[in-house]
């Protein structure tokens, strides 16, 4: 065991968490929102808007990520018509097209978090709003809301976690994010244990943080 080459790898690494960290909170800022909207969308009774949230959700939540990040960072490259939009000087970055397949990921699955978070809800909190003359709107913010994060807490703390670990993916795509700098560190070292045992305690250490934090959001909710 090279004690030295941990050593010396563990700062290079711990730099290159600061791109695993801007992808992770980038992705759940946007997948927190997409995640929103298709679960308002799955709960809608119209069987159309009901039938495409659901495809969306099946689709993303039904095919790996990794294939998912080819499709969008290659596949959109290889339609000449898409190139010559002006979506290309998005989609033709790494960075963005890491971020895209992330956020539609984590906002399938966010969507499924949510809908059962909001179905859930007991009929008497809304009627209940109704009855004082509140707004469909304001129930839905001020009531509906801030009870669906209460209930979702849990699994989406798992998501997070999820997506923090799915973040590695970034590295086929030629990003150098925690994982990508493991892997070129090791191509000049030929050392893969020692430096993916630091890797792996920087991501332990992370989903440490994340879980303790989850912890602490669902006391401070349910005191």
């Known amino acids: 065991m090279d004690f030295e080459l941990m050593i010396n790898s563990f700062p290079k690494l711990l730099n290159a968490t600061v791109v695993t960290l801007k992808l992770l909170s980038a992705s759940?800022?946007?997948?927190?929102?997409?995640?929103?909207?298709?679960?308002?969308?799955?709960?809608?009774?119209?069987?159309?808007?009901n039938k495409f949230a659901y495809g969306y959700s099946y689709i993303f939540r039904g095919t790996p990520l990794l294939?998912?990040?080819?499709?969008?960072?290659y596949?959109?490259?290889?339609?000449?018509?898409?190139?010559?939009?002006?979506?290309?000087?998005?989609?033709?970055?790494?960075?963005?097209c890491a971020i895209i397949a992330f956020a539609l990921n984590t906002g399938a699955y966010t969507s499924e978090i949510l809908r059962s978070a909001f179905q859930t809800?007991?009929?008497?909190?809304?009627?209940?709003?109704?009855?004082?003359?509140?707004?469909?709107?304001?129930?839905?913010?001020k009531i509906q809301i801030p009870i669906a994060i209460k209930q979702s807490l849990p699994a989406y703390g798992n998501e997070i976690i999820?997506?923090?670990?799915?973040?590695?993916?970034?590295?086929?795509?030629?990003?150098?994010?925690?994982?990508?700098?493991?892997?070129?560190?090791?191509?000049?070292?030929?050392?893969?244990?020692?430096?993916f045992i630091v890797a792996g305690s920087i991501y332990l250490f992370m989903t440490f943080l994340v879980h303790n934090f989850i912890k602490f959001l669902e006391r401070r909710y349910n005191y």
């Open 28 to 49: 759940l800022f946007f997948g927190l929102f997409i995640g929103l909207l298709f679960a308002v969308l799955r709960m809608n009774k119209n069987p159309i808007i």
């Open 67 to 73: 294939v998912q990040i080819f499709i969008i960072y």
């Open 75 to 96: 596949g959109l490259g290889q339609i000449e018509y898409f190139r010559s939009t002006v979506l290309w000087v998005i989609f033709k970055e790494p960075y963005w």
């Open 121 to 141: 809800i007991k009929p008497g909190f809304i009627e209940a709003g109704k009855s004082l003359g509140i707004s469909s709107r304001i129930i839905f913010y």
């Open 162 to 195: 999820l997506m923090l670990k799915g973040t590695s993916l970034a590295s086929t795509v030629t990003l150098m994010d925690l994982t990508g700098v493991a892997k070129y560190i090791i191509s000049t070292t030929f050392r893969p244990i020692e430096v």
